[in-house]
């Protein structure tokens, strides 16, 4: 007897992002457990070759559509988080705010908040006035960047005080 070939049903888009979904966990966050991008975020797979952060279509899926130019934010600071409840929508510059008051910022904020260092900084506050020294002297970028294991756009940039102004 011929076998006959029956097709499992698909599952659906939001049957599949769910099934990428942890439990809540004991602060409430929702994690997403596919694949993620080098910043932490969640990154959800809407057609073969596109892909979206996880946390940005969790918000339009499941609470409303994000307006041009709007940022998804989390109240929990979880960049893996789905939960809609813990999601919000902001500028960039809400966001940039609510980084800094988080401790966040790679600059010292003005209201005097502690800053954590951020896992892929590089320099520390200690670095820098040897890097000045340095290019007060004439030392080459090149040679200054190839000691501290940055970018020489890094230095140019604490060079024409774009960064690491506060120190």
Not at 79 to 102: A, Y
Request: charged content about 25%; some cysteine; glycine content about 6%.
């Amino acid at each position: 007897m011929p076998s006959i070939y029956i097709p499992h049903p698909r599952k659906s888009i939001k049957e599949r992002f769910k099934s990428k979904c942890s439990e809540p966990d004991e602060n409430g966050c929702i994690i997403y457990t596919g694949g993620l991008d080098k910043d932490g975020y969640g990154r959800f797979a809407i057609a073969s070759c596109k892909s979206v952060r996880a946390h940005r279509w969790a918000y339009e899926n499941f609470i409303e559509p994000i307006p041009k130019g709007m940022c998804v934010c989390h109240h929990c600071d979880n960049p893996s988080c789905v939960n809609p409840k813990h999601l919000w929508l902001g500028t960039n510059g809400d966001n940039t705010k609510d980084r800094s008051i988080k401790g966040r910022s790679a600059k010292n904020n003005l209201d005097g908040l502690p800053i954590k260092l951020l896992p892929n900084r590089k320099l520390n506050k200690l670095d820098i006035p040897i890097i000045r020294k340095l290019l007060e002297s004439n030392v080459r970028i090149k040679i200054i960047a190839f000691a501290f294991s940055v970018s020489e756009s890094a230095i140019n940039s604490i060079d024409q005080g774009k960064t690491w102004y506060h120190v």
